[in-house]
Structures are given as structure tokens and as C-alpha cells.
């Protein structure tokens, strides 16, 4: 943890963080570091366990979403994330093969599955402003509008929790260490 | 912040009066596509998952936003956009004004049009905001008040650095008085506007009549 956040010990909580940590742990199964480090702010922590709620809610597949979700905090750099999220994929059944590749943020052999980690890099790198061109790409590689939505929701989850780990620095659970990831080192200029 | 329902009751009236001051006599639920092919909801046509969150918009505001009408088809996107909301809302630290003014500097970086006139007109109403603030906001340059100014600039500071922020960036912010949950919170407010401000770009969603009175253009 780092600029003065600290991890709270999940028996001495009281009020609305007690409220949060009960949530973590029926969604989770127990109170990831990141929920802990943001319940400082309530409405972080809240707002985090909403959308990790509504996954199920979206056009996207668990393998789908996991393109989109791990291509962003490849590209927010978040140390913590990339972890978390390929231990979940991993365990739900996602190929290593392409977590991997996701990992070094290269291309994916699945044409479809490709256009999606395209359209979600422009859409990070572009803040949303894609081109015309780019964006009938994606719907040529037989995406749908709603999934274009759907993507800028998947945007919101990780704005909320690379951002949020930028600030508070959390600690890598230790389930999650196993997957400890670094972004490749900028190229010699 | 923590508005009552009547506080918000009150804005939303407010925003509909400026709407019919510049001659919005009623809006036709005639379910359309913006210029990119998105859909444009109504009531009757959104998926049945949202039926709460279009309740919501013709219960307060007596129609359907254009913006709210696209994200419908995404109702993760749609329940997300009013779940954080009201989140800012029960549980937030920074006051109306300051949510506003995190909201308004996000939409300007991202220069989204329906975003700065629509948080223009809540700066009037539902999220009072004095008026030279939301000049400063919309003309992306400094706010007089200096504690303001700080959160404007922390705000686009984390965001453009993806929530990369050097210490001395969050030092000054909690140096004008800012503490560790509001910044946290405004990370919220920062998703907050990434959904409609993304969404409204891709989309490319009309503005509402109401708002017209506030459009902005960057030239």
C-alpha cells in the first residue's frame, strides 16, 4: 500500500466498511486486498462491487470478457489487476495460451476474439474517440452495437479499479502472487 | 454529498422548466437510431432488465434522455451508470458542486459534447455550481477558487494519466484540503463519466432540447 492507505483487519471493522467487506466476501469468497484498501471510500468500494455484479448482464461470454477486461489493465499498467484477473480466468477455465498472450499484449490467433482486443485497445488508447473505420471493423468481425456498449462498461469496471490501485498501491493478495506480472520494459530510445 | 429526494425532485423540475423556456413543449417516445446506428430507447422498446432505470428518467424528468435511451440497450451499462449515481450520492465525500466539478472536467477532456452541456444544466440545477466554475470548466481553463482549481487539476491529472499520479500530484490535492477518500471518490466520479462520455462519443447521441440553451463546441 502506498500514500498513507493501509489494509484494514477484517475483525475490527464497523459500519458501512462492515457492510463491504460482507459483500466482498458472497462475491468473492473473501475480501480481496483491493476491496479492503478501498474502503476508505465507500463509495469506490460500492461502486466496484456493483459492476462486478453485472458481468452476467452483458452480451459477452466469460472468455469475452476476460479479452476485454485483461487488455485493459495490460494497458493501465495495473499491477494488481493483471494478477487477480488471471488467476480467476484460469481457474474458470480460460487457455493459458491466452491469457498469455494477453499478458504480453500481443495478437490473438482467434479472429474474432482479436477484433474484440483491437476495438477495446483503440477504445482505452482513443478514450473513445475511435475512427469510423475502426469501428465498422468491429462490427464487420460480427460484434454488435450492444457489445460496443457493453465494452465501454467493461472500460468503467477497470477506470475504478486501476485507477483506484495506481492511488492506493494495494498489496497482491497471495493467491494471487503465483501470476505476478510486469509490464514489458519500454523499448531502448 | 446527499441530496433528498426532494432535492432531486426539485432539480429535475427545474431542468424541465429551462427545457420548456426554450420552447420544448413535449417529447415524442418514437423509438429512433443516432447517426452511428445505435439505438435510441423509449420505454416501451428498452429491454425489460432496465423497465427500474426508464422508470427512473419519465418519473423525474417526464421523458427519456438520449443518452440514457442508447445505454439502455447495455443494461449493464444503463443499471452501472445510476448504481454509481447513488452511490456518489448515499455514500460520497465531495459535495454536489465538487461532483460536478470532477464530472464537467472529464467530459471537457474528453470534449463530449451532450456530457458538457448536460452538466452544465445539472451545475444549474440538480448539482448547484457557480456560474463563473462551470465557465471555467467548459472553457477547460483555471477555476478562481483555489480548492476547486486543486480538484479540477487532480481530476485530469489521474485521468490522463490513467490513474498514474505522482506523489507531489496527490500531495497538492490533499494540501488544499482534500483527504485519501475523497480521492478515492474521485475515481468514482471519473467512471461515473466515462460511461456516458464514451458512450456518447461512439454513439454519437443527439442533444436533448432541454439542454440546447448550454451546447458547447470547442471552436
Not at chain 1, 466476501?25 to 466496484?48: D, R
Not at chain 1, 494477453?102 to 482479436?114: F, I, M, S, V
Not at chain 2, 471537457?108 to 451545475?123: D, F, L, P
Not at chain 2, 472553457?139 to 490513474?163: M, P, Q, T, V, W
Amino acid at each position: 500500500m502506498i500514500n498513507g492507505f493501509t489494509l484494514n483487519d477484517p475483525s475490527t471493522v464497523t459500519g458501512e466498511q462492515k457492510v463491504i467487506f460482507e459483500k466482498a466476501e458472497q462475491g468473492f469468497g473473501f475480501v480481496p486486498n483491493i476491496v479492503n484498501g478501498f474502503s476508505e471510500s465507500p463509495v469506490l468500494a460500492e461502486a466496484m462491487l456493483d459492476l462486478y455484479g453485472k458481468f452476467s448482464s452483458t452480451s459477452l461470454d466469460p472468455i469475452e470478457s476476460h479479452v476485454v477486461l485483461q487488455t485493459i489493465n495490460v494497458l493501465n499498467e495495473c499491477l494488481y489487476c493483471v494478477p487477480a484477473h488471471s488467476t480467476g480466468a484460469r481457474k474458470n477455465g480460460v487457455e493459458e495460451s491466452l491469457d498469455e498472450s494477453l499478458r504480453k499484449n500481443q495478437p490473438l490467433d482467434d479472429e474474432k476474439l482479436e477484433s474484440l482486443r483491437v476495438f477495446t485497445s483503440e477504445m482505452v488508447d482513443q478514450r473513445g474517440h475511435v475512427t469510423g473505420e475502426q469501428f465498422n471493423a468491429f462490427i464487420d468481425a460480427g460484434w454488435s452495437k450492444r457489445a460496443a456498449l457493453d465494452v465501454v462498461f467493461f472500460i468503467t469496471v477497470k477506470t475504478l479499479t486501476n485507477y483506484g490501485n495506481h492511488i492506493t498501491g494495494t498489496d497482491i493478495d497471495e493467491v494471487f502472487q503465483p501470476m505476478e506480472w510486469e509490464p514489458e520494459a519500454a523499448p531502448a530510445s | 454529498m446527499k441530496l433528498s429526494k426532494a432535492g432531486l425532485m426539485a432539480g429535475a423540475v427545474a431542468m424541465v422548466a429551462i427545457g420548456a423556456g426554450a420552447g420544448v413543449a413535449s417529447h415524442a417516445a418514437v423509438a429512433g437510431k443516432t447517426s452511428t446506428g445505435f439505438a435510441v430507447h423509449t420505454v416501451e422498446s428498452a429491454p425489460a432488465s432496465v423497465e427500474a432505470e426508464m422508470a427512473f428518467y419519465s418519473e423525474n424528468f417526464g421523458f427519456i434522455p438520449n443518452l440514457a435511451g442508447v445505454m439502455a440497450d447495455s443494461p449493464a451499462l444503463l443499471k452501472s451508470y445510476i448504481a454509481t449515481f447513488n452511490n456518489l450520492n448515499e455514500f460520497g465525500s465531495l459535495s454536489p458542486a465538487e461532483v460536478n466539478v470532477v464530472a464537467l472536467a472529464i467530459s471537457r477532456v474528453n470534449e463530449c459534447t451532450y456530457c458538457i452541456a448536460g452538466h452544465t444544466m445539472v451545475g444549474k440545477t440538480i448539482l448547484p455550481t457557480p456560474d463563473d466554475v462551470l465557465e471555467s470548466l467548459r472553457n477547460d481553463e483555471k477555476i478562481a477558487d483555489k480548492k476547486l482549481e486543486a480538484l479540477r487539476n487532480f481530476s485530469i491529472d489521474i485521468y490522463e494519466g490513467h490513474g498514474q499520479v505522482s506523489p507531489s500530484t496527490l500531495r497538492s490535492f490533499l494540501r488544499a484540503g482534500y483527504d485519501r477518500q475523497q480521492a478515492l471518490d474521485v475515481v468514482a466520479v471519473i467512471g461515473w463519466k466515462v460511461m456516458s462520455n464514451v458512450a456518447g462519443d461512439i454513439a454519437e447521441v443527439k442533444l436533448d432540447e432541454f439542454a440546447k440553451p448550454f451546447a458547447w463546441s470547442k471552436d
